[in-house]
């Protein structure tokens, strides 16, 4: 069993960063991925990225890359978001998810585990 626990929103203007944790707790051995996904109101859940561990390979939406990064902080079991240039079109709950295997998997039908997520929201 995996637990995954979420923090790091918050409400903020156009242009701003915010940096997203998502804390790994459980059976979390050999080869895995963490994953992060966001939903924003009326709308389904997308993939927004993902990295894969231990090796570190990563997956970005075109929507996010060049403005999020994703990290693994192993000392603090935490993989971490940072969201950088926030536009409000990035509003949304934001979820982790931890998947077995070494892919940066795109999809959520991938991953057994889910956090209970975080509001983002960006707006002036």
């Known amino acids: 069993q995996v637990r995954l626990v979420e923090s790091g929103g918050g409400f903020v203007q156009p242009g701003s960063s915010l940096t997203l944790s998502c804390s790994i707790s459980?059976?979390?051995?050999?080869?895995?991925?963490i994953g992060w996904f966001r939903q924003a109101p009326g709308k389904g859940r997308e993939g927004v990225s993902s990295?894969?561990?231990?090796?570190?390979?990563?997956w970005y939406d075109s929507s996010v890359k060049g403005r999020f990064g994703i990290s693994m902080d192993n000392a603090k079991n935490t993989v971490t978001l940072q969201m950088n240039g926030l536009r409000p079109e990035d509003t949304a709950v934001y979820y982790c998810?931890?998947?077995?295997?070494?892919?940066?998997?795109?999809?959520?039908?991938?991953?057994?585990?889910w956090g209970q997520g975080t509001q983002v929201s960006v707006s002036s």
């Open positions: 998810a931890a998947a077995h295997g070494g892919f940066p998997y795109e999809n959520e039908e991938s991953y057994a585990y």
């Open positions: 459980g059976h979390t051995s050999g080869y895995y991925a």
């Open positions: 990295i894969a561990l231990p090796d570190g390979q990563a």
